[in-house]
């Protein structure tokens, strides 16, 4: 060993990581993430239908119409890459809404898979699932996997 270098241990290596960690400004990066959104993303609104009750219980299809939640946010839309298309899950022009966490309210950030539809200017798309990129208990980013209605 060089006389000059200095040996650093396995137990200090894994202080100086989790020190790192420990400092990595999760508020931050979810305002960073909301602007480069914000930025670059287009207005589209995310649709929750509450179904109704029925008046006859013995026939839940005569429910009521129920009623719907909306709201409008910003979202980066892009495509799935080749090799995660597999023909089932992920079919050929299904498409990954990038939202923002901070732009849904609050009160609907725990439901996010709760939602049913994206319109995007005169499309509609079905949530087929909602990852929820959540460092520790902050979520950041929803990455809304949707597919064409009616395919």
């Avoid at 060993?1 to 200090?12: I, L, N, Q, R």
């Avoid at 005569?62 to 839309?77: F, H, L, P, Q």
């Amino acid at each position: 060993m060089d006389s000059g270098a200095v040996e650093t241990c396995d137990y200090c290596k894994t202080q100086a990581v989790l020190i790192m960690a420990a400092t990595i400004d999760y508020v931050k990066m979810a305002s960073d993430v909301a602007t480069i959104i914000s930025n670059n993303g287009r207005n589209v609104t995310i649709i929750k239908k509450v179904k109704g009750t029925p008046a006859d219980v013995a026939k839940p299809w005569r429910a009521d119409t129920g009623s719907t939640t909306e709201e409008t946010v910003k979202a980066v839309i892009g495509n799935f890459k080749s090799e995660e298309i597999d023909g089932r899950i992920i079919k050929k022009g299904d498409k990954k809404f990038l939202i923002a966490a901070n732009a849904v309210s609050a009160a609907e950030r725990p439901k996010i898979r709760d939602f049913d539809l994206v319109t995007d200017s005169s499309e509609t798309w079905r949530i087929m699932g909602v990852d929820v990129v959540e460092p520790g208990s902050l979520p950041i980013l929803f990455i809304m996997h949707v597919s064409k209605k009616g395919t």
